[in-house]
């Protein structure tokens, strides 16, 4: 079984300003891990995945998310956030072998200008 | 925009009605996934339809069912309503992992209020 925490419920950060999502995960497997966007009304779209290789990964909009294996984390940075980044952003982990994934709660970014 | 498509947009259904939710998958995708999303929280993995086989389910009770044709588009079929079944939910089409395709295509999502 596998379970994903994410520390922050919201972060509000302003405009311009670098930002960090915080996700820990558990499992009793080897891992892909993933972080999803949804604005509001909308479904999800994917962000950036981890399925092997090198631990710092680039995704789509400017974001990036380094893989930790010790500390079992994969932490989604910005060095500069717009308005437009605001909304709620989900990690997720599925095993290698199947393809359920398993959602943590979410975190809301809010970015003020 | 994925090539996910969900039907219908919004629903309304009193408590103890039956409700059928449709998905078309992406193309070339075999793979259906269906989640509920609370308000307010992450998605929860309901079931999930690989070549119109169910391929792994969720903590969910037998009434929430599916299927999934031989177009590789699904259905979710949900009995016996209860309010808190109110959420909005979720399509996810993926490819044939042996082949090692690993993204899922999220649609857009049906919101279903009981009432």
């Known amino acids: 079984a596998q379970s994903v925490t994410q520390l922050d419920s919201q972060v509000p950060v302003f405009e311009e300003a670098p930002v960090e999502l915080r996700c820990n995960y558990s499992s009793s497997v080897s891992v892909y891990l993933f972080w999803y966007v949804q604005y509001p009304n909308q479904g999800l779209q994917l962000l950036l995945k981890?399925?092997?290789?090198?631990?710092l990964v680039k995704g789509i909009n400017g974001f990036e998310a380094e893989f930790n294996k010790s500390q079992t984390s994969f932490h989604l940075r910005k060095p500069s956030v717009h308005i437009s980044d605001t909304a709620e952003y989900f990690c997720a982990v599925s095993g290698t072998g199947r393809r359920a994934l398993t959602f943590g709660s979410g975190t809301r970014l809010q970015v003020q200008p | 925009e994925t090539g996910v498509t969900q039907s219908p947009t919004h629903l309304i259904k009193t408590r103890g009605q039956q409700v059928t939710l449709r998905c078309s998958s992406q193309?070339?995708?075999?793979?259906v996934s269906w989640y509920q999303q609370a308000l307010g929280q992450g998605p929860q993995f309901i079931f999930q339809y690989y070549r119109e086989e169910e391929n792994g389910r969720g903590n969910f009770p037998p009434r929430f069912s599916g299927l999934q044709f031989p177009n590789y588009s699904s259905e979710l079929n949900v009995n016996a309503l209860e309010l808190d079944d109110s959420a909005l939910y979720l399509c996810?089409?993926?490819?044939?992992?042996?082949?090692?395709?690993?993204?899922?295509?999220f649609g857009q999502g049906t919101r279903l209020t009981v009432v």
């Open positions: 981890y399925l092997s290789g090198s631990t």
């Open positions: 193309s070339g995708h075999n793979t």
């Open positions: 996810a089409s993926s490819g044939n992992s042996l082949q090692g395709e690993t993204e899922a295509f």
